[in-house]
């Protein structure tokens, strides 16, 4: 991970990864809000999406990696609350179901997430 006076970058963060995925599914922050039921609210998210919060409970993560269809576990090891898995260079493995292939790169997973985010773009015009 990219790390920047101790600190990890913006980039790496679990409020970018976060922005990330809800761009690349094409959803807002008030579809989000309810797609989780309105257990996690658009300013929530938002100030999760800005690395205001960088802790989230749990149960706030599953209801995210649900609407993401993402794994949970991903999410939990983002913020902290167990380590994410790393190959023997230190690569982060990404877990979610569309980032199956092993060895992907944190950069390869953002590239990816940037991609899926335009093509979706693209078709909604």
């Known amino acids: 991970m ?10 790496s963060t ?7 995925l809800r ?5 807002t922050l008030r ?8 257990e996690v609210s658009n300013a929530y998210l938002s100030q999760l999406e800005n690395d205001k919060i960088a802790k989230p409970s749990p149960n706030i993560l599953y209801a995210l990696a649900n609407v ?14 167990f380590p994410s898995e790393a190959d023997p260079k230190g690569r982060r493995q990404a877990r ?17 997430l940037d991609y899926l985010a ?3 773009q693209k078709r909604r015009r």
Do not use: C, W
């Open 14 to 20: 679990l409020g970018a990864h976060l922005a990330r």
């Open 68 to 81: 993401y269809n993402v794994a949970y576990e991903d999410l939990m090891a983002r913020a902290g609350y």
């Open 2 to 11: 990219t790390k920047v006076g101790g600190r990890r970058s913006s980039e």
């Open 118 to 120: 335009f093509i979706r």
């Open 23 to 27: 761009t690349a599914a094409g959803l």
């Open 31 to 38: 579809q989000v809000e309810e797609a989780t039921g309105k």
């Open 96 to 112: 979610a179901a569309t980032f199956a292939i092993e060895g992907v790169t944190p950069e390869e997973e953002r590239a990816l």
